[in-house]
């Protein structure tokens, strides 16, 4: 129940496109869910977060799109750019002092 | 948004010996900070959960008398690993939870530590 399953493992997306990262969850309890993108040696980055009073949150070329009664949420990219390629990751946690629940990530390549 | 410092930021050490990790929050008090540790291409894996001023909360798993937390300050925690051996070396990176307006917490992560062990 504590699980965020993202998909998909990896993706290679043409420059200019549009890349999205989904990302279900069990634990109806889950009040805040974060992305973050990690480039090869460094630390997660917090990118976007949404919470479930909204249903889309956008912020630049990054938007969360969040379904509650699915308990699923997504990550879209658009106009992708090759310096977008690295791993990111899909989380979630209550509002708090727990831990973030993640994903296994998703390594995306952005090609020219 | 919030700075997140970690020191080193890469270590060798010889196996037996103990190496120590420092995690800083630099513009904002963490009353809870966490410690993961990641193997390439893999994601997360939670260690434990650092409280100031308390104990800290291991993961199953995790051996609390191998991996040290101390928590003695709002903005510093910091992990020993004791008696580090080669299965050791991974990538260890702190997060610390910066309060918002609201009652809503972000989670901040630091840049990580390349430990090798020889």
């Known amino acids: 129940q504590q699980q965020v399953k993202q998909s998909p493992q990896s993706l290679i997306v043409q420059k200019g496109g549009i890349s999205i990262i989904n990302c279900a969850y069990e634990n109806t309890a889950f009040d805040y869910f974060p992305w973050y993108q990690q480039f090869p040696g460094k630390g997660p980055a917090l990118l976007i977060a949404?919470?479930?009073?909204?249903s889309e949150k956008k912020e630049g070329r990054f938007t969360i799109s969040f379904n509650k009664s699915a308990k699923q949420f997504s990550l879209h990219i658009m106009d992708s750019q090759p310096g977008d390629s690295a791993t990111y990751f899909c989380a979630a946690t209550y509002s708090g002092n727990t831990p973030l629940v993640f994903g296994k990530g998703t390594r995306l390549s952005v090609i020219a | 948004g919030a700075v997140v410092s970690q020191h080193p930021s890469w270590v060798i050490c010889k196996s037996g010996t103990s190496v120590k990790i420092e995690c800083r929050s630099l513009?904002?008090?963490?009353?809870?900070m966490f410690w993961y540790r990641q193997f390439p291409k893999q994601s997360l894996m939670l260690m434990a959960t650092s409280n100031e001023g308390s104990k800290a909360t291991y993961e199953q798993g995790v051996e609390k008398d191998k991996f040290l937390i101390n928590h003695a300050s709002l903005t510093l925690s910091t992990l020993t690993v004791t008696s580090a051996h080669p299965e050791d070396s991974s990538f260890y990176i702190c997060?610390?939870?910066?309060?918002?307006?609201?009652?809503?917490?972000?989670?901040?992560f630091g840049p990580g530590t390349r430990l090798t062990v020889l």
């Open positions: 949404i919470r479930p009073d909204v």
């Open positions: 997060s610390a939870i910066n309060r918002l307006a609201g009652g809503y917490n972000e989670q901040f």
């Open positions: 513009d904002f008090q963490a009353t809870t």
